[in-house]
């Protein structure tokens, strides 16, 4: 199993929460065990193969990592996904981007490249045109990464602020025309 195919356990596990929100360790616990994943292999080829120890490590500390911080990765998304309200976006779409803006935000092992290329392979997998949507989000989380204040900030003072100087720019060429005249 490669860390793609844990990568992608664990947003199932991150969307069952959805409807379940069961503990993040014991919905690990309960879908790893073993007659059940034999079971969930009948269903999808991703469970032919167990995860490794390593693995498993990875998968219990991204549930467990999404679930704290839940307000704060769709506060995230919701930032991003202007004119979209989170609860619009598809559980399994909010899924993978909750996973991706936690490994980009938290996981240091993980590149952001890395996170947003697997992130939108998901999304294309089980969802054609979601691909663009979820490379658009993670696209602007990685570049205000950069600018780290930026991931913080509402929406509308970054706008209102960026917007500011050129108002103020109009003002004064405005009073310079009406000199000049």
Request: no cysteine; net charge negative; glycine share 6%.
């Given at each position: 199993?490669?860390?793609?195919?844990?990568?992608?356990?664990?947003?199932?596990?991150?969307?069952?929460?959805?409807?379940t929100?069961?503990d993040p360790?014991?919905?690990v616990?309960?879908?790893?065990?073993?007659?059940?994943?034999?079971h969930?292999?009948?269903?999808?080829?991703?469970?032919?193969?167990?995860?490794?120890?390593?693995?498993?490590e990875y998968?219990?500390?991204?549930?467990?990592?999404?679930?704290?911080?839940m307000?704060?990765?769709?506060?995230?998304?919701?930032k991003?996904?202007?004119?979209?309200?989170?609860?619009?976006?598809?559980?399994?779409?909010?899924?993978?981007?909750?996973?991706?803006?936690?490994?980009?935000c938290?996981?240091?092992?993980?590149?952001?490249?890395?996170?947003?290329?697997?992130?939108?392979?998901?999304?294309?997998?089980?969802?054609?045109?979601?691909?663009?949507?979820?490379?658009?989000?993670?696209?602007?989380?990685?570049?205000?990464?950069?600018?780290?204040?930026?991931?913080?900030?509402?929406?509308?003072?970054?706008?209102?602020?960026?917007?500011?100087?050129a108002?103020?720019e109009t003002?004064?060429?405005?009073a310079a025309?009406?000199?000049?005249?």
């Open positions: 199993m490669t860390r793609g195919d844990a990568r992608e356990l664990a947003v199932h596990l991150i969307y069952s929460r959805e409807f929100n069961e360790r014991q919905i616990q309960d879908r790893l065990d073993e007659d059940y994943y034999a969930l292999a009948e269903e999808n080829e991703i469970y032919t193969e167990r995860p490794t120890a390593r693995q498993v998968i219990n500390s991204v549930v467990a990592g999404i679930a704290e911080h307000e704060e990765l769709d506060g995230i998304i919701s991003y996904s202007i004119g979209w309200d989170v609860k619009r976006i598809s559980r399994l779409s909010r899924a993978i981007l909750q996973l991706a803006i936690y490994e980009i938290y996981v240091d092992d993980v590149p952001d490249g890395v996170a947003v290329s697997e992130a939108v392979r998901l999304a294309k997998k089980y969802d054609s045109e979601a691909g663009g949507f979820v490379n658009g989000i993670l696209g602007s989380v990685v570049r205000a990464k950069s600018t780290p204040a930026t991931l913080e900030e509402p929406v509308e003072e970054t706008v209102a602020e960026a917007q500011a100087p108002a103020e003002a004064a060429d405005q025309v009406t000199e000049e005249v």
